[in-house]
């Protein structure tokens, strides 16, 4: 009987060790077979299209399928543009599942998504196994693109954003609440998922480096009700921290907050930066994207979205990834064009970082830093929420 | 002290809503000895019903009546809406399970779960829907109230826990003082001597749902008065509702109830008072003390607080 054991055991493991070489040979393979660019590409979507944060992939997904539709001509491309569904709530194993499918399918040279950065952190290395690059136009994530302060690099080199990271935004919000705010006490709070616990924790080390006092309140992401949270906000904070994915939680502490008469005010970052659902008066949100609505140059794109899109708003969301969709046709293009009509996904990802974008979307061009996969120059905006829910520049 | 009571008042409004969802699951289960799976979601169709007739309304700045009024209608039409989606999945996705092994009508329930659940969001979108009622008279709804030491119960809390006793006492009246109440209990305790006695047990049956499915429209229009809802709310607040029919003892109304409000007081308790350097914090793990209590119960009593052991005749 041991023996038997042990024989399926050795069986198991070698089974498995040829598979991964099997598997790693595949990929390599890959991405090194040619493509004729007459075909159509598959460009995917990774991101959450249901669940809680559906609302944003929906928006996300609505801008890359404006691109396509008035870029790809002009690149001389024929691109079927697909969603990926990565619901919030399941975590970032939806992420990996559409990796594989993704890699498996030559008719993809690269992929925009994940949206978030657990979904990047849990699917990036199997991107890069296969040379495929993909970017992301949310995957805010520090340690997505480079180490610093001691967070392990949890990204690859296959991994691409054109919006700025916590490295900028933790800093950035931290700042304005010390230098404009001029706070003494605040409640950084965390959701139990990797987005708002690395923005947390760079904007508390930065609070705490500061001489502000800080308190730690975690909220398990399925939280709806925040009241018992809300009790524990001492009376004299002046701001609670609060990086939610899912804006209308912002409106509900921040109105529960007042319910229990508490001063405090809600200080969101990116993931709650939606005027239709976090509008109360006087909190603030941080974003890596400008109102492109006051960009002279984006009218006509943007009337054009709109009529796409009747009865829909312009988001923050949505504008990265118009971008995204641009930056990975331009080096699909590019890298046709230099295969003289074919390319291979290899030749896709060497091409993505020279790819520049002179009329760039948020404003000014679009170059990427030379020490990471990061935006050049890029910065985080702070609105502050007026009394008619309008978002309003401050910082 | 005024933690205290702050606490309370939350897990008691917390503990409404749940204990009207748990009513749905135990009537149900009670009559047909099914798990209705898709009770989460019919409690989702009920806050976005509430949603639509609030805008019909409205909305929440200015509405078109009184805000009592509005409050009412919204409560009555989503508890309409929701006991109509209960007789359509009681007749097309259980009844003709009815005599199939019970694994079957329990997997039939989750594909109606996931069905309304995708359905509501091809139809609707995925974007949250809030009521926003914080919009009506500058917050009138959350800033007065009931005054008890140095806290506040607002008005809009009033109103979800009176709401949420209320139709438990209608539907305690309804049980035990009604002929209808009377067919049910019988077709609970043996189906088929209900059916020799003359009882129409199909109508019991769909009775039963539009009970149930009405009980979770009005959770759903109470969850929602403070908290926005989404496509994806009816899972978690079907666990919880389930949770709480179990842990009063499926099968049993003042079990459901409370249940539900045991549920509510020890998830708030919990977040507020748990914390220390050496403990996990309460506001963290309030899920892992909460069902660390829950099995605790269930093991030193398997039927739940008010059901009655499983005695078979041998």
Redesign the interface.
């Given at each position: 009987m041991k023996k038997a054991f042990v024989l399926a055991l050795a069986v198991l493991v070698t089974s498995v060790v040829a598979a991964s070489a099997q598997g790693s040979q595949t990929a390599a393979a890959r991405s090194l077979a040619g493509f004729n660019c007459k075909k159509t590409i598959t460009l995917p979507f990774v991101t959450p299209?249901?669940?809680?944060a559906?609302?944003l992939?929906?928006e996300q997904l609505s801008w890359a399928k404006y691109a396509v539709k008035t870029l790809a001509p002009g690149l001389g491309l024929k691109v079927k543009l697909v969603g990926g569904d990565t619901?919030s709530?399941q975590g970032p194993a939806p992420a990996q599942t559409l990796a594989q499918k993704y890699i498996g399918d030559p008719s993809v040279l690269a992929v925009l998504g994940p949206s978030t950065s657990g979904g990047v952190a849990a699917s990036t290395k199997a991107y890069y196994a296969a040379k495929l690059a993909h970017i992301s136009p949310s995957a805010t994530r520090t340690s997505l693109t480079k180490s610093t302060g001691g967070t392990q690099y949890t990204g690859s080199p296959a991994f691409f954003r054109d919006v700025p990271g916590d490295y900028i935004q933790g800093p950035s919000d931290a700042n304005f609440m010390v230098t404009n705010l001029h706070v003494k006490k605040v409640v950084v709070m965390d959701f139990?998922e990797p987005y708002s616990l690395g923005l947390a924790s760079v904007v508390e080390a930065t609070l705490k480096a500061k001489g502000v006092s800080t308190s730690h309140?975690?909220?398990?992401n399925?939280t709806?009700?925040y009241?018992?949270?809300v009790?524990?906000v001492p009376s004299d904070a002046d701001i609670v921290f609060f990086p939610t994915q899912?804006p209308?939680?912002a409106?509900?502490f921040a109105?529960q907050l007042?319910?229990?008469?508490k001063k405090a005010k809600v200080f969101g970052g990116d993931g709650s930066d939606n005027a239709?659902?976090f509008k109360?008066s006087g909190s603030y949100v941080s974003n890596f994207a400008p109102d492109i609505t006051g960009i002279p140059a984006d009218a006509k794109l943007i009337a054009g979205w709109k009529k796409d899109n009747p009865g829909k708003a312009v988001g923050s969301f949505g504008p990265p990834s118009y971008g995204a969709a641009q930056i990975a046709m331009t080096a699909i293009s590019r890298a046709c064009k230099a295969g003289g009509g074919s390319t291979t996904r290899q030749a896709v990802f060497r091409t993505f970082k020279k790819v520049s974008i002179k009329n760039w979307i948020l404003g000014g061009s679009f170059k990427w830093s030379t020490k990471s996969n990061d935006p050049l120059n890029a910065k985080f905006y702070i609105f502050q929420i007026q009394s008619n829910g309008s978002y309003k520049l401050v910082g | 002290m005024d933690?205290f009571i702050?606490?309370t008042v939350?897990g008691l409004?917390?503990g409404s809503v749940y204990a009207l969802i748990a009513l749905g699951y135990t009537l149900v289960y009670g009559v047909l000895k099914l798990l209705n799976f898709a009770h989460g979601d019919v409690f989702m169709v009920g806050t976005f019903a509430g949603f639509g007739v609030l805008q019909l309304l409205g909305g929440p700045a200015s509405p078109d009546v009184p805000i009592w009024l509005v409050i009412i209608l919204v409560t009555l039409s989503a508890m309409a809406v929701c006991a109509a989606l209960g007789v359509v999945i009681e007749r097309f996705a259980y009844r003709p399970l009815r005599d199939a092994p019970r694994i079957a009508p329990l997997i039939s329930a989750l594909g109606v779960s996931f069905f309304l659940?995708?359905s509501m969001?091809l139809l609707f979108?995925?974007?949250?829907r809030?009521y926003?009622l914080?919009q009506y008279h500058s917050?009138t709804l959350?800033?007065r109230g009931l005054h008890i030491g140095g806290v506040?119960v607002?008005l809009l809390r009033i109103i979800t826990i009176v709401a949420a006793f209320v139709l438990m006492v209608i539907l305690w009246f309804l049980v035990n003082k009604t002929r209808t109440g009377k067919a049910m209990r019988a077709t609970s305790f043996d189906r088929e001597a209900a059916a020799m006695m003359g009882i129409d047990i199909d109508r019991v049956i769909v009775f039963t749902f539009v009970l149930g499915s009405a009980l979770a429209g009005a959770a759903g229009v109470m969850?929602s008065l403070?908290?926005?809802t989404?496509?994806?709310?009816g899972?978690?607040a079907g666990l919880k509702g389930f949770i709480a029919a179990v842990i009063g003892g499926i099968g049993s109304i003042p079990g459901a109830m409370v249940g539900g409000l045991i549920l509510g007081f020890l998830?708030?308790y919990i977040?507020?008072y748990v914390h220390g350097a050496h403990i996990p914090?309460g506001?963290?793990w309030?899920?892992l003390y909460v069902f660390s209590v829950l099995i605790a119960l269930m093991l030193f009593r398997h039927q739940g607080l008010f059901g009655r052991p499983d005695i078979r005749k041998v």
């Amino acid at each position: 009987m041991k023996k038997a054991f042990v024989l399926a055991l050795a069986v198991l493991v070698t089974s498995v060790v040829a598979a991964s070489a099997q598997g790693s040979q595949t990929a390599a393979a890959r991405s090194l077979a040619g493509f004729n660019c007459k075909k159509t590409i598959t460009l995917p979507f990774v991101t959450p299209l249901t669940g809680g944060a559906g609302f944003l992939g929906a928006e996300q997904l609505s801008w890359a399928k404006y691109a396509v539709k008035t870029l790809a001509p002009g690149l001389g491309l024929k691109v079927k543009l697909v969603g990926g569904d990565t619901p919030s709530e399941q975590g970032p194993a939806p992420a990996q599942t559409l990796a594989q499918k993704y890699i498996g399918d030559p008719s993809v040279l690269a992929v925009l998504g994940p949206s978030t950065s657990g979904g990047v952190a849990a699917s990036t290395k199997a991107y890069y196994a296969a040379k495929l690059a993909h970017i992301s136009p949310s995957a805010t994530r520090t340690s997505l693109t480079k180490s610093t302060g001691g967070t392990q690099y949890t990204g690859s080199p296959a991994f691409f954003r054109d919006v700025p990271g916590d490295y900028i935004q933790g800093p950035s919000d931290a700042n304005f609440m010390v230098t404009n705010l001029h706070v003494k006490k605040v409640v950084v709070m965390d959701f139990q998922e990797p987005y708002s616990l690395g923005l947390a924790s760079v904007v508390e080390a930065t609070l705490k480096a500061k001489g502000v006092s800080t308190s730690h309140l975690s909220a398990p992401n399925t939280t709806t009700d925040y009241s018992a949270y809300v009790t524990k906000v001492p009376s004299d904070a002046d701001i609670v921290f609060f990086p939610t994915q899912k804006p209308g939680d912002a409106q509900t502490f921040a109105q529960q907050l007042i319910e229990q008469g508490k001063k405090a005010k809600v200080f969101g970052g990116d993931g709650s930066d939606n005027a239709a659902q976090f509008k109360q008066s006087g909190s603030y949100v941080s974003n890596f994207a400008p109102d492109i609505t006051g960009i002279p140059a984006d009218a006509k794109l943007i009337a054009g979205w709109k009529k796409d899109n009747p009865g829909k708003a312009v988001g923050s969301f949505g504008p990265p990834s118009y971008g995204a969709a641009q930056i990975a046709m331009t080096a699909i293009s590019r890298a046709c064009k230099a295969g003289g009509g074919s390319t291979t996904r290899q030749a896709v990802f060497r091409t993505f970082k020279k790819v520049s974008i002179k009329n760039w979307i948020l404003g000014g061009s679009f170059k990427w830093s030379t020490k990471s996969n990061d935006p050049l120059n890029a910065k985080f905006y702070i609105f502050q929420i007026q009394s008619n829910g309008s978002y309003k520049l401050v910082g | 002290m005024d933690q205290f009571i702050q606490l309370t008042v939350d897990g008691l409004t917390l503990g409404s809503v749940y204990a009207l969802i748990a009513l749905g699951y135990t009537l149900v289960y009670g009559v047909l000895k099914l798990l209705n799976f898709a009770h989460g979601d019919v409690f989702m169709v009920g806050t976005f019903a509430g949603f639509g007739v609030l805008q019909l309304l409205g909305g929440p700045a200015s509405p078109d009546v009184p805000i009592w009024l509005v409050i009412i209608l919204v409560t009555l039409s989503a508890m309409a809406v929701c006991a109509a989606l209960g007789v359509v999945i009681e007749r097309f996705a259980y009844r003709p399970l009815r005599d199939a092994p019970r694994i079957a009508p329990l997997i039939s329930a989750l594909g109606v779960s996931f069905f309304l659940a995708n359905s509501m969001q091809l139809l609707f979108g995925a974007a949250p829907r809030n009521y926003d009622l914080f919009q009506y008279h500058s917050g009138t709804l959350y800033l007065r109230g009931l005054h008890i030491g140095g806290v506040t119960v607002p008005l809009l809390r009033i109103i979800t826990i009176v709401a949420a006793f209320v139709l438990m006492v209608i539907l305690w009246f309804l049980v035990n003082k009604t002929r209808t109440g009377k067919a049910m209990r019988a077709t609970s305790f043996d189906r088929e001597a209900a059916a020799m006695m003359g009882i129409d047990i199909d109508r019991v049956i769909v009775f039963t749902f539009v009970l149930g499915s009405a009980l979770a429209g009005a959770a759903g229009v109470m969850f929602s008065l403070r908290v926005p809802t989404n496509v994806s709310i009816g899972f978690i607040a079907g666990l919880k509702g389930f949770i709480a029919a179990v842990i009063g003892g499926i099968g049993s109304i003042p079990g459901a109830m409370v249940g539900g409000l045991i549920l509510g007081f020890l998830e708030s308790y919990i977040q507020g008072y748990v914390h220390g350097a050496h403990i996990p914090d309460g506001t963290q793990w309030s899920d892992l003390y909460v069902f660390s209590v829950l099995i605790a119960l269930m093991l030193f009593r398997h039927q739940g607080l008010f059901g009655r052991p499983d005695i078979r005749k041998v």
